[in-house]
């Protein structure tokens, strides 16, 4: 075959002889190192290896012994979801919910099984899952509150009121002041960083004496004097009345409508000091 290719392999007759016994040596040198492989003796490390399989064994015996998690669920909040899980029918589910959005709680299993309607082979399965929380009445009786009258009370009583700190107080004694005395609640709105929500919960805590004297000023017969110690007006707006009055000869209260025609949340201020 090799002399197609031009190729000439010519060895002697002993060199072949001496190359198959060499193959053969170094054949049977392999098979005797594979066999004294297998016959090596491993040594092992004894308390070393007690050590680890302890440890395999305890593992073993806590693993058999664990159970798996069980996430207990309060009825009260049950999800569909968790009624899916649970094999809960959607018309018991539809029930719970209805009974819970109006405010009741699930207090038992047995007042579960009795909105629910559930069967009891139903409730043997899952009642493990569940658990009800212990209501704790922590409400305590509060003392009734003893309303004092707005225009006599101070930093401190106004303070009592859920809302209103020291600079809120301060700011409604200030411009009670101003006002000589509040006529109507409704004027604690004008005061700065009140807000509604607050003064609607003061009418719980204080009330407007009814015999606060107040003598209203006859509009047709007052002077500039009499007319700027008005709250709500000013000495140029005085002297705005006056000379419509005089122009017009009107003494009735109509001639605010025509001075302050744009402001008729004034207008009905002045008339709680005006006649």
């Given amino acids: 075959m090799f002399s197609r290719y031009g190729i000439r392999l010519k060895m002697p007759h002993f060199q072949r002889t001496a190359l198959l016994i060499l193959l053969l040596i170094l054949t049977a040198y392999q098979w005797v190192l594979y066999i004294k492989k297998g016959q090596e003796k491993i040594e092992f490390n004894t308390v070393e290896t007690n050590y680890y399989q302890a440890k395999m064994d305890s593992l073993k015996t806590q693993y058999s012994k664990s159970k798996p998690n069980i996430f207990l669920i309060n009825p009260n909040y049950l999800s569909d979801y968790n009624a899916y899980i649970l094999g809960i029918n959607s018309i018991a589910f539809d029930r719970l919910k209805a009974y819970t959005l109006t405010g009741n709680r699930l207090k038992s299993l047995s007042e579960f099984q009795k909105i629910s309607q559930l069967p009891d082979s139903t409730m043997s399965r899952i009642a493990h899952r569940f658990y009800f929380p212990e209501v704790k009445n922590s409400f305590k009786e509060k003392a009734p509150i003893v309303k004092k009258d707005l225009n006599t009370a101070t930093l401190e009583d106004l303070q009592q009121v859920h809302g209103i700190?020291?600079?809120?107080?301060?700011?409604?004694?200030?411009?009670?002041?101003?006002l000589k005395g509040f006529l109507l609640f409704d004027q604690l709105h004008e005061v700065y960083g009140l807000d509604s929500l607050v003064v609607d919960r003061m009418d719980n805590y204080f009330?407007?004496?009814?015999?606060?004297?107040?003598q209203k000023i006859n509009f047709a017969t007052a002077s500039l004097n009499d007319l700027v110690q008005i709250p709500y007006l000013s000495k140029k707006e005085a002297l705005q009345l006056i000379a419509l009055r005089s122009k017009k000869e009107l003494g009735n209260l109509e001639i605010l409508s025509e001075v302050f025609k744009d402001?008729?949340?004034?207008?009905?201020?002045?008339k709680l000091y005006l006649q």
């Fill in 165 to 178: 700190g020291m600079v809120l107080s301060e700011r409604i004694v200030k411009f009670r002041a101003y």
């Fill in 263 to 270: 402001s008729p949340n004034k207008i009905t201020r002045l």
């Fill in 207 to 214: 009330y407007i004496s009814k015999v606060v004297e107040h």
